[in-house]
Nanobody
Framework: QVQLVESGGGLVQPGGSLRLSCEAS????????MGWFRQAPGSIREFVAA????????YHASSVRGRFAISRNNYKNTVELQMNSLKPEDTALYYC???????????????????WGQGTPVTVSS
């Protein structure tokens, strides 16, 4: 069983930055692909970024590429999402997720992820 706990969300003005963190417990963290997804009210869950177990490969959705960056620390069992140049359309509940088959996979498909955190809210507004 893997537990995921996100933190770092909040209210920020357009153009601002936030850094989300997700701490994992249970299992062998370095074997898991990790992803960040988001869901705005009335919308479906959307892929944001993913990183393979070793951290060598990472992928970002086109809507956030160049503004967001995913990283992980396999010693601390954490995955982070640095968000810069935030826009109102980035407002959503942000989830981290673990893919237990993702040591060499960084999937954009939420169905590939077995474990999910509770989410941390991000609001971008002036």
């Amino acid at each position: 069983q893997v537990q995921l706990v996100e933190s770092g969300g909040g209210l920020v003005q357009p153009g601002g930055s936030l850094r989300l963190s997700c701490e994992a417990s249970g299992g062998t963290f370095s074997n898991y692909g990790m992803g960040w997804f988001r869901q705005a009210p009335g919308s479906i869950r959307e892929f944001v970024a993913a990183i393979i177990g070793t951290g060598r490969n990472k992928y970002h959705a086109s809507s956030v590429r160049g503004r967001f960056a995913i990283s992980r620390n396999n010693y601390k069992n954490t995955v982070e999402l640095q968000m810069n140049s935030l826009k109102p359309e980035d407002t959503a509940l942000y989830y981290c997720a673990a893919d237990i088959n993702g040591v060499f996979r960084a999937s954009f498909n939420p169905n590939d992820y077995e474990y999910w955190g509770q989410g941390t809210p991000v609001t971008v507004s002036s």
